[in-house]
């Protein structure tokens, strides 16, 4: 495996968790514009880099990487005012949302003897 089909991994597991709680609008890996698929990548990159690092730091690093691109916190995604609901404290994020930055480390960490 490498680390962009570990991504992809995370990205679907992701995709099926929203769409469990009713979130339709997450696009496969392959429909995916670039900035998703980057942001996936550079996540599997951290926890691969920090294996006991918590979901909780793996959001801190993603809301910095998001406020280096340009984004600000927004009641819905929205890739061209760069606004997510998500860019928020963790302690202020749902249990529903913070669940998926525990599913991401869990995918990671699962398949890091995969990649080669």
Not at 59 to 66: A, G, I, P, T
Request: charged share 30%; glycine share 4%.
């Amino acid at each position: 495996m490498t680390v962009e089909q570990v991504a992809k991994v995370a990205h679907e597991i992701n995709k099926v968790y929203c769409e469990a709680l009713g979130d339709m609008s997450q696009p496969t890996w392959e429909d995916a514009p670039d900035w998703q698929k980057g942001s996936a990548i550079r996540g599997v990159d951290f926890h691969l880099n920090n294996p006991d690092a918590t979901p909780e730091l793996s959001h801190e690093v993603w809301c910095r990487d998001k406020a280096a691109e340009g984004w600000k916190w927004g009641p819905v995604k929205d890739p061209i005012k760069k606004e997510h609901p998500c860019f928020a404290l963790y302690s202020e994020l749902p249990l529903e949302q913070r669940v998926k930055d525990h599913l991401f480390k869990q995918v990671a960490n699962s398949l890091k003897p995969y990649i080669q």
